[in-house]
């Protein structure tokens, strides 16, 4: 059986199950799903997004949250799944390498407790021959690692590069478990909290209007958080904009920020650094708007705009206005 863990992020999840799908698949095996349930519960049956895409939910119920907001810590989470698994000898164990539940942290804590190899951020998957063929950036998305794994793993999927197959009619078998709850507090100590002004998750949105150092400063986002709300989308930042202090740390995309893969990604002033292209890659389309034809962003994406942004946004936001707002 091919085991499909959520991490909270229904964005993320969604391409990670695809992946958990096409390894069933290949196997001819089952698949089986693991999921924390809040405790307040909106329904006791299988989630929708799940409902004909596995065989069996094993549902982990009335979890209580831990200092840092999440139903349970990554920690406690992998112990609570990890008692599941260790009976059923899992042929894969598959998350998203994000989320609300730090992916990749309980991806290596569940192949520790299992004894299991573990390889995160994968990005393309092909099983042949009894082995697992996976990719993934690395040295900042500089280069491309391909890995062979024989035998049971537990992989953690980044990007959004596997598509949903066909669900079937078979209604998933539910069970409902408690949650491990000795020993498992989280290791998280809040010291203090701060609430960003600016709304909307990046590494769950199908758009982001993101800013770099060509913005000039803090200004300029507030011109791209008009774009973004004519688009329907959110906005995120380079971390040469973020360490300026003209938007929060949450906005940031790239290697030491958030990995995103909307359906459309537009960077604003962005140079196209490495660590910025590992966390945005993926997108599905990329626009660049920058007056340099040459910046390394301008040959990444898929339609580039030479143009003084603060010029052309402007123009284009009242374009937007007086043509209607994108739907959605």
Known sequence: MVFFISTGSSATDCNALNATGLLARAINARVAALVIEGPAPEHTDVPDWLDNRVDEVYIIEGAQPDETGANLSAY???????????????????????????????????????????????????????????????????????????????????????????????????HRIKPLNANTQSRV?????????????????????????????????????ELASLVGGVVGASRGAVDAGW?????????????????????????GAPQHLAGMRTSELI??????PNAPIMHECDLGIKADLREFIPLLIEELKHNGKRDG
Do not use: W
């Not at 164990?93 to 609300?100: E, K, R, Y």
């Not at 900042?140 to 959004?160: D, F, Q």
């Not at 960003?196 to 958080?225: C, H, W, Y």
């Open 76 to 174: 406690a989470a992998a112990k609570t799944f990890a008692s599941v698994l260790k009976d059923k000898r899992p042929a894969y164990v598959v998350c998203a390498a994000s989320g609300q539940g730090s992916g990749n942290v309980t991806a290596a804590l569940i192949a520790v407790a299992l004894d299991m190899p573990c390889v995160v951020n994968i990005t393309t998957l092909e099983y042949r021959d009894g082995n697992i063929t996976a990719s993934r950036p690395i040295y900042g998305a500089r280069l491309v690692e391909t890995l062979s794994v024989k035998g049971p793993a537990v992989l953690s999927i980044a990007g959004a590069a596997f598509k949903s197959a066909a669900a079937s009619n078979r209604p998933a078998t539910v």
């Open 287 to 292: 626009m660049a708007i920058n007056k340099d």
């Open 247 to 271: 938007t929060t740390p949450a906005r940031q995309v790239g290697q030491t920020g958030k990995t995103v893969s909307p359906h459309i990604y537009v960077a604003c002033g962005i140079s």
């Open 189 to 225: 100590r809040v010291k203090s909290r701060a609430h960003a002004q600016e709304s909307g998750d990046i590494s769950t949105a199908q758009v982001i209007v993101s800013g770099g150092r060509g913005l000039g400063g803090p200004e300029g986002f507030k011109m791209l958080n």
